[in-house]
């Protein structure tokens, strides 16, 4: 009877390591998965950032006057043409059952942001570009947008009798958060929206804070800017004054949840999110300063 009693003590023991291992070894590997995720898409988005606004060799592209186009529409040479003054647009805190420009449906409370730039072409002018794309030229204070079937509009030169200039692809890319917690993006291919591509499982928020910045002199006769994080720029002018962009990611595990419910509050962008569950969950922000928008400056001074 001892040794009986004895051996299911020790079987129970037994049982409570491995399952106590199993956990924690369950619990790594899930923390794993939501900091791979968060270095992946902390990464895409501040290198997207980074480049919003560049469409080549073009100076001086703003134009205070244009009319920042609907980020849905298929749009015309006209609308893209005022696009180029809006590199940065977006959609702030999705309604329940809104659905991203026909497509998917999106996450209530979460935010979308959309980027707008050029890419490089391996091929030139004179070669057959693809009929429905848009493309840029761009030399100094000129540019031409065309589409490839009209490859004999791209005439810019660099100078008289010099090669032509490059012709890049006028890009402009969706970032989201759908109703089923994946991050996607929707690239504008062809002169329409293709389909999403999934980044991401596992995002539970997305926010953005927008980075106003009207610029003003110092004492030293230097340019400075005092950066302002808005909830979502509400004037055409504020959408031209962007010099950051401050996002939030709030990921959790997709593995198998496991042990007792635990409550867990986070405070980020204004809001406060509360989670009662038994699954592993941080939050994740960065900061991107938009090079290609924000003027030269000596000194860049944020708000907290």
């Given amino acids: 009877m001892v040794a009986a009693t004895l ?46 606004g560049f469409y080549g060799d073009l100076d001086d592209w703003l134009n205070a006057g244009a009319k920042k186009p609907d980020i849905c529409f298929e749009m015309d040479f006209g609308d893209i043409a005022n696009a180029l003054s809006y590199p940065i647009d977006g959609i702030n805190t999705a309604a329940a059952g809104e659905r ?10 979460s935010d979308v942001l959309l980027l707008r ?12 570009l ?46 989201y958060l759908s109703a089923d917690n994946v991050f996607k993006r929707r690239r504008f291919l062809k ?14 928020d997305f926010q953005l804070e927008y980075g106003i910045g009207p610029s003003s002199q110092g004492t030293d006769g230097s340019q400075q800017i ?7 720029p509400v004037t055409e002018l504020q959408w031209q004054q962007l010099v950051a962009i401050r996002f939030y990611l709030l990921l959790s595990s997709t593995g198998q949840p496991f042990g007792d419910d635990t409550h867990k509050v986070f405070h980020y962008a204004g809001k406060t999110t509360e989670i009662v569950d038994n699954k592993q969950h941080d939050l994740f922000s960065g900061i991107s300063r938009l090079k290609n928008i924000a003027p030269k400056i000596v000194e860049f001074d944020i708000e907290i």
């Avoid at 591509?197 to 596992?202: I, Q, R």
Wanted: glycine fraction near 6%; aromatic fraction near 8%.
């Fill in 100 to 109: 991203l420009c026909g497509g998917d449906l999106l996450l209530p409370g």
């Fill in 191 to 204: 002169g329409r929206y293709a389909s999403s591509e999934p980044l991401a499982e596992g995002v539970d």
């Fill in 7 to 52: 051996g299911v003590f020790l079987v129970l023991s037994v049982v409570a390591v491995v399952m106590n291992a199993s956990q924690v070894s369950s619990r790594i590997e899930q923390t794993g998965e939501i900091f791979e995720n968060a270095q992946y898409l902390t990464r895409l988005l501040k290198r997207e950032l980074n480049l919003a």
């Fill in 117 to 128: 730039r050029s890419l490089p072409t391996t091929r030139s002018p004179t070669s057959r």
């Fill in 130 to 175: 693809k009929p429905k794309q848009h493309y840029i030229q761009t030399v100094l204070d000129r540019f031409i947008l065309s589409q490839g079937a009209n490859a004999a509009n791209f005439s810019l030169r660099w100078g008289l009798n010099s090669e032509l200039a490059p012709v890049r692809v006028w890009q402009q890319t969706l970032y």
């Fill in 226 to 232: 005092k950066t302002k994080f808005v909830e979502f």
